[in-house]
């Protein structure tokens, strides 16, 4: 079992950035691929950026390149997201989470893929 928790959300304004972690309970936790999904109100819960078990491969959604960057600290056993450039569309509950040893793009971009989940935290975006 791995357990995932992510912290960093809150309120800002647009243009602004925050910076999310997902600490992750396994000591495996090298050998998993981390994504971050998020959800806003009345809508599905879609792919938002992954990152392989090395840290060596990573895979944006189109809506957030260039603006959030994806990283990890295996001895940390964290995944941080930076999100840049806020936009009041970015408004959602953020989740990580973690699959082991696949990074397949079908894979790392359907909540379905994933084996693990953490609880989220909610990220709102002023306008």
């Known amino acids: 079992q791995v357990q995932l928790v992510e912290s960093g959300g809150g309120l800002v304004q647009a243009g602004g950035s925050l910076r999310l972690s997902c600490v992750a309970s396994a000591r495996t936790f090298s050998t998993y691929t981390v994504a971050w999904f998020r959800q806003a109100p009345g809508k599905e819960r879609e792919f938002v950026v992954g990152i392989s078990w090395s840290g060596v491969s990573t895979h944006y959604a189109d809506s957030v390149k260039g603006r959030f960057t994806i990283s990890r600290d295996n001895v940390k056993r964290t995944v941080y997201l930076q999100m840049n450039s806020l936009k009041p569309e970015d408004t959602a509950v953020y989740y990580c989470?973690?699959?082991?040893?696949?990074?397949?793009?079908?894979?790392?971009?359907?909540?379905?893929?994933?084996?693990?989940w953490g609880k989220g935290t909610l990220v709102t975006v002023s306008s």
């Open positions: 989470a973690a699959v082991r040893f696949t990074f397949t793009i079908a894979t790392i971009t359907s909540p379905g893929g994933m084996e693990y």
